[in-house]
Structure formats: C-alpha cells, structure tokens
C-alpha cells in the first residue's frame, strides 16, 4: 500500500478528467466559457444592484453578496481546473491544497448563510408584510451580510484545522480536478476516521442548520401564500420568493449528495459529476434564474442600457 511509504510528500498531482483526455480542447473551451459568462452574469448582478435605484432593496443586498460567493466559488476551483485540463493533469503544493480546500469550504458556509437570510427575508416581506420596513433596515441588512461571510470564515476552521494536521506520504495522486475533501482522505497516511466525524459534525451548524431555517420559514410563506383568497394575490406572493427557492433547490441538492452522504460510497466519477454541479453550472444558473424569473432585474438592465444609449446619442 501507499502508506508504508512515510516520506512526506510536498505537491500533489491532479489528474482532472482522465479518460476524457481525447476531448481535452472541447472541454477546455466548454469550461472556459462557461466560467466567463458565470463571472459576466454574476458581476452583472452585482452592479445593477449598485447601479439601478430599482433594485435598492434588502432582497437584492443579499443577492449582490450571493453572486459574490458564487464568483469567489467558481473562481477558487474553475481556473485551475482548466490548466489541469490543458496540461492534462498538474501539480499543486500541499499547502496550496489545503488553502483551496479552505476557501472552497468558506465559500459553501458562507452561501448557506446568505441563502438562510434570503429566506428570512422573504419569510417577513410575505408573512409580517406590515412590518417588513421596519424590521428589515439597512443596519440589519449589513449585519446579516458581514455574519454571514464571518461565519463562512470562521467555521470552516472546525473541518480544515484538522485536515491541515494530518501527514500526507507516499501516493500524491489526486483523482480529481481539485483538491477535495475524499482524495485529501484516501492520501492521508494518518488515521482519518477522527477527522471524517469532525467534519460530519461540523456540518450539521454550518450546512444542515440554515437548510432547516430555509425549509421552516418556507412552509410559514407556503401557508401563509395559500390562506390569500385572490389568486392573483398568490401568484405574486410566490413569484416574489420563486427565484430563492429554485436557487436553494439547486445548490443544496448538490451539495447534499456531495458532502451529507458517507464519501467512501461514492464512485471517482459521480464525485467529479456532482462537483461540476456545485463548482461550475450551479454559480452560472443563479444569475440565470433571478434575470429569467425577475421583472425588477429585467426593467434595470433596459433602464441602463437605454441611458447609455441617450448619453452616446448626445
């Protein structure tokens, strides 16, 4: 076995996508982009909620930060995988895998906070509708926003501190086209079964609680969205948190199948499928689905564009 070789190692070698390497210049160009309308669509976002007095609202406060941590999670793991693909196969430092593994994780809590607050937020502009303005001010906005992203840098500290203290010797192939939780394992030559519990638990305040917050506040909009007697009424209500809730559908249910289910199960290539998912397509359909479903971000991209128009026409 690997492990009876105890010489520590310094770099590891990603393989990405092995048996696809015949395709390697149409996955290259596929990735690539994707990955440059998901950066396009996500900072587009981002400044028509600076740009446009439309869509000056906590909801889009919140979506701004969401496409932030959709840039910051493609970005930690799309441009390497790319030179993986292209060199097929590359080198990164132990540490350097370590660090991407860290922000990866940070990135996840830190989505799963704002995705919690988003639903909060729909939760009191559907539920306590009176009360929304005064309850949901830009104080509080702000503070929800920077606990969300300390929270997402802070816990992540209880699964990688860990995982940054075992000793990694021998074998330095990962099956992968990043350094994820199940290789860093499998190369270990520490017993892992301590830390794999650790990152099990850690999971459950930073993954499984704001995905239960998200599922009781939405049975409350649910209840309360079928107790208005219009249909038209209904219909609005539930086009407002729509978008939230197709997001959320999508991002846990990969995330999920990734990380809540015993690793060890899971074979190399439904691994590297699911973190596709969650790496790459997930951050590019986010801004797709709040500029498909949403009036607001429609009516301020034709606001801007239509006074860049007037501005060249003068």
């Keep these: ?21 015949a395709f390697k210049c149409i996955l290259f160009l596929l990735f690539l982009i994707i990955y440059i309308f998901t950066l396009v669509g996500n900072l587009i976002i981002i400044a028509l909620v600076f740009l446009s007095h439309y869509l000056q609202s906590p909801m889009y ?17 799309v441009p390497n995988m790319l030179r ?3 060199e097929e196969g590359s080198t990164m430092s132990v540490n350097g895998c370590l660090t991407q593994f860290y922000l990866l994780c940070s990135c996840t ?10 639903s909060y937020d729909r939760y009191l502009a559907i539920c306590i509708p009176l009360r929304y303005s005064s309850i949901m001010r830009h104080t509080l906005c702000l503070i929800l926003v920077l606990l969300s992203w300390t929270l997402g840098s802070m816990l992540p500290l209880m699964a990688v501190i860990p995982v940054f203290h075992l000793h990694f010797c021998g074998a330095n192939v990962i099956d992968h086209f990043y350094c994820d939780f199940a290789p860093l394992m499998e190369l270990s030559c520490s017993d892992t079964s301590l830390v794999e519990r650790e990152v099990f638990v850690s999971s459950i305040p930073t993954v499984v609680f704001p995905f239960v917050f998200i599922i009781v506040t939405y049975a409350y909009i649910f209840f309360t969205i079928m107790n208005i007697s219009s249909t038209t ?9 729509s978008s939230h809730l197709a997001v959320v559908s999508a991002y846990y249910g990969t995330l999920i199948i990734k990380y809540m289910t015993p690793f060890k199960g899971h074979s190399v290539a439904i691994n590297k499928a699911v973190s596709l998912l969650y790496t790459v397509f997930t951050p590019l359909f986010n801004p797709i689905i709040y500029s498909l479903r949403n009036k607001e971000i429609k009516v301020a991209i034709q606001k801007i564009f239509w006074l860049k128009t007037k501005v060249l026409e003068m």
């Excluded at 979506?63 to 493609?74: C, F, N, R």
């Excluded at 009424?233 to 948190?241: D, E, N």
């Design 1 to 21: 076995m690997y492990k009876r070789n105890l010489t520590a190692i310094t770099e590891f070698l990603l393989l990405g996508f092995e048996n696809l390497h």
């Design 61 to 77: 406060f919140f979506l701004s930060h969401l496409s932030l941590s959709d840039l910051l999670l493609t970005t930690n793991a």
């Design 84 to 86: 993986v693909i292209l």
């Design 109 to 118: 809590i830190a989505e799963c906070f704002l995705l919690m607050v988003m």
């Design 233 to 241: 009424g209904r219909k609005k209500a539930f086009s407002t948190c």
